[in-house]
Nanobody, 117 residues
Framework: QVQLVESGGGFVQPGESLRLSCTGSGFTFSNHAITWYRQAPGNERELVAEISSGREYKRFSESMKGRVTISRDNAKNTVYLQMNSLKPDDTGVYYC??????????WGQGTQVTVSS
């Protein structure tokens, strides 16, 4: 059974940090690119960061560039999204998506991030 599970969300104050995790099972995690998206209430889902299967390619949204890093540990089937200097505009549900070499995709259920004072 294929599963993709996000974790690490929570409630933080502006300026604080969070590390989100995306853990996969039931498929070959190491050959899948992982993309993080977020969706704020009333908004469309937007890309936050992406990492290729071999880590050689990464990209970040303009809104989070310089405040976010992405890494992966294929031995643990996990991708990490480290977010720093969080702002209220970063509030939303964060999802990860796995994309395989033939284009098949899997989505997680999301984890809530709330940034508020």
């Amino acid at each position: 059974q294929v599963q993709l599970v996000e974790s690490g969300g929570g409630f933080v104050q502006p300026g604080e940090s969070l590390r989100l995790s995306c853990t996969g099972s039931g498929f070959t995690f190491s050959n899948h690119a992982i993309t993080w998206y977020r969706q704020a209430p009333g908004n469309e889902r937007e890309l936050v960061a992406e990492i290729s299967s071999g880590r050689e390619y990464k990209r970040f949204s303009e809104s989070m560039k310089g405040r976010v890093t992405i890494s992966r540990d294929n031995a643990k089937n996990t991708v990490y999204l480290q977010m720093n200097s969080l702002k209220p505009d970063d509030t939303g549900v964060y999802y990860c998506k796995a994309t395989g070499p033939l284009g098949a995709t899997y989505w997680g259920q999301g984890t809530q991030v709330t940034v508020s004072s």
